[in-house]
């Protein structure tokens, strides 16, 4: 695109280039992010045990954090189960940020 105008005129050209890139790493963020978030709550959603208070369970849902806070709020055995579960979702949603955008990169490059 920027090659087919005059050389006065090359920024203009590139400026739409540089937004649409921009755009689309905020955009792709916002995504990873998103299914990010959602893999890491399904996921320690189930390792809460039942009974608890439903403000709790957003809490444990919602952040790594709030999931080490109510764990301290367990007995032994759940506390250890709930940060484990947390640990392991948190990781599980970090992969899926790595891995998707890393092999859609492979395929495009091939």
């Known amino acids: ?4 105008v005059p ?3 090359a920024g203009s050209a590139a400026s739409p280039a540089e937004t649409a890139n921009y755009l689309g790493g ?3 963020l916002a995504v990873l992010g998103t299914v990010s978030s959602a893999i890491y709550s399904h ?5 809460l045990p039942a009974g608890r208070d439903a403000a709790a369970t957003e809490r444990a ?7 080490a806070a109510e ?3 367990l007995g032994a055995g759940g506390s250890a189960a709930l940060l484990k579960a947390a640990h392991s979702a948190f990781v599980s949603g970090c992969a899926v940020e790595v891995v998707r ?7 495009t490059a091939a």
Request: with cysteine; charged share 25%; glycine share 18%.
């Open 1 to 4: 695109m920027v090659g087919s």
């Open 7 to 9: 050389p006065e005129r």
């Open 26 to 28: 905020a955009l792709g």
């Open 43 to 47: 996921r320690v959603g189930g390792a």
């Open 61 to 67: 849902r919602e952040t790594v954090a709030g999931a």
């Open 71 to 73: 764990a301290g709020r």
């Open 101 to 107: 955008p890393a092999t859609s990169r492979c395929r």
